[in-house]
Structure formats: C-alpha cells, structure tokens
C-alpha cells in the first residue's frame, strides 16, 4: 500500500523559533497533499491543502503566515511553523490525497513548544 | 457543508465480542465515498474500510463490514470478534466538497476492547 513518511516525527524548540515538519510520499506521487492538527482526545482539524507546483489553500481560522507549506515536488510537502508558541503545541499531521478521495496518513509530528 | 456525525463518544466491549460504531452524515450528493479510518495509541491512521455509494453491496474487511444504509444517511462500522488490537479511536470520514478531495471527519468513538 500507499507509505507516506513525516519527520521529524517529535521535536521540542524555544518559543519565537520556526520548525520544518517534511511528509514525504515514498512509493506514490501525491499531487494533493493535507496538514491536520490534533488535539489531545479530538478529531483532525485541517489546516491547509497543499497542490504541487501551486500555493496551498487555508481553512478558515488557519493563519498562512504563521504555517507555512510548500510542495516543492510531487512527493515532498513541507509545514513550518514560524515564530513557534506555547499554544503552537500539537499533534501534526500529513497525508497524501487521491482522486477517489482516500487519503494516506504520515505518521504525525509531535510539536512541543517551550 | 458535508456533515458527519458520531454519536457514542466512547464504547467498551469484551474480548471476541462484537461491536457496532454509527456514523450519520449529510449530503445532497448521489455518488460519494464514505471511509472509516482508526487511529491507534501510536496515533497513526489507518484505512479500514471505504465504501462506494452507488454500489449497494455493503463492504467488508475480513472482521470488519459496513451497514451502509443510503436512503437513511447511515454508515456504521461492525467490528466481528474483536481483538485487543482494535483499542482505538475510530472516526468515520466524507469528503467535504466534491472537487478538490478533501475529507470531514467526524469527532470519533473511543473503543476499547477489555480483555
């Protein structure tokens, strides 16, 4: 089946420094990737929806100067978090997307902001 | 909007029992899919099942099957003979518009199997 990797898969920073989360399609060629935050004990939230080759689209709510996500290729998409805060800790995660609608999930990012 | 709905927060049931998780949506489509993922304590999400809506056979994953009832909006998920291994949150999903494949989950059902 479909293998969709994210790394790191847990990281810790400083308060006010960007982190880069990857999610990576490893046997398949994602042109529609998505970035989900969970938390504790809640559905996924989606955040944004990332197009190869094009700019991604934000859900309502979500600020895009604060996440910002690049498909650079058709098997890369990258999430980063700037200017990390406290309220910026959560369970992230990626899947990739298929015209019939399936997704396959990246195994999450574990953010924790101190 | 695309409306999913879990009603049962959580559920518990004996080893080798059987268990049955509801999920009701809403559409104004006729040809759509209808997914139940499970995400584990690990926390990765897995593909249960999918089902297709113009087919009217209920589909089923050697222990796991659908009651797909279209007319009524309802997608429940049977789990046969459950293991300790189905402890999870299970959430049923569909897409959110159709068009650019994006999914509305629904808040989930925490089971768990007791051994």
């Known amino acids: 089946g479909a293998v969709v990797s994210q790394h790191p898969s847990w990281v810790i920073c400083k308060s006010g420094t960007s982190v880069k989360i990857e999610c990576r399609s490893l046997?398949?060629?994602?042109?529609?990737m998505f970035w989900y935050r969970q938390f504790p004990k809640q559905s996924l939230m989606l955040m944004a929806t990332?197009?190869?080759?094009?700019?991604?689209?934000?859900e309502q709510g979500v600020e895009k100067d604060k996440f910002l996500i690049n498909h650079a290729s058709l098997t890369l998409s990258t999430l980063t978090v700037t200017s990390a805060h406290p309220e910026d800790s959560s369970f992230y995660i990626c899947?990739?997307?298929?015209?019939?609608?399936?997704?396959?999930f990246g195994p999450g990012t574990r953010l924790t902001v101190t | 909007a695309q409306t999913v709905t879990q009603s049962q927060p959580e559920m518990s049931v004996q080893e080798a029992e059987t268990v049955t998780l509801s999920c009701t949506y809403d559409?104004?489509?006729?040809?759509?899919?209808l997914f139940w993922y499970k995400q584990p304590p690990s926390r990765q999400m897995i593909l249960v099942i999918r089902q297709e809506a113009y087919k009217q056979q209920n589909a089923t994953e050697n222990r796991f099957s659908v009651n797909f009832q279209k007319a009524a909006k309802s997608f429940s998920l049977k789990i046969s003979d459950s293991q300790l291994g189905d402890t999870a949150m299970y959430f049923c999903?569909?897409?959110?518009?159709?068009?650019?494949?994006?999914?509305?989950f629904g808040t989930g059902t925490r089971l768990t199997i007791i051994p």
């Open positions: 990332s197009n190869e080759g094009s700019k991604a689209t934000y």
């Open positions: 999903a569909f897409p959110s518009n159709f068009g650019n494949e994006k999914l509305t």
């Open positions: 559409t104004s489509e006729n040809n759509y899919y």
């Open positions: 046997d398949f060629q994602a042109t529609t």
């Open positions: 899947s990739a997307g298929t015209k019939s609608y399936e997704q396959y």
